[in-house]
Nanobody, 124 residues
């Protein structure tokens, strides 16, 4: 059974950077397509980035194209999300999840296994 655990969140000042990690267990990470999502207070959960099993294909939401970078280290069974130039609007719980099909879509309904999330708060 696949399990995912996010880490790396915290309180950061505007303009700072964070690298979030998503550790995969119970399955071979290199066989999984992974998406990153976030849920801000009062908003729907939204997809921000997707990465294919070997990292050759990535897709981003329009809101994430400028400042977000998704990558992976399959030897460490870990997928990363680097967020630069953080803004208060980036405050959210960030989740990683496995895709049912490797289409590159960031539709929440296409993801099956979810981690518990890690809180990112951007504030001065």
């Amino acid at each position: 059974e696949v399990a995912l655990v996010e880490s790396g969140g915290g309180l950061v000042q505007p303009g700072g950077s964070l690298r979030l990690s998503c550790e995969v267990s119970g399955y071979t990470a290199s066989a999984l397509c992974i998406g990153w999502f976030r849920k801000a207070p009062g908003k729907e959960r939204e997809g921000v980035a997707y990465i294919s099993p070997r990292g050759k294909i990535t897709t981003y939401a329009d809101s994430a194209k400028e400042r977000f970078t998704v990558s992976r280290d399959n030897a460490q069974n870990t997928v990363y999300l680097l967020i630069d130039s953080l803004k208060p609007d980036d405050t959210a719980i960030y989740y990683c999840a496995t895709a049912r099909l490797c289409t590159g879509s960031l539709s929440v309904d296409l993801y099956v296994d979810w981690g518990p999330g890690t809180q990112v708060t951007v504030s001065s």
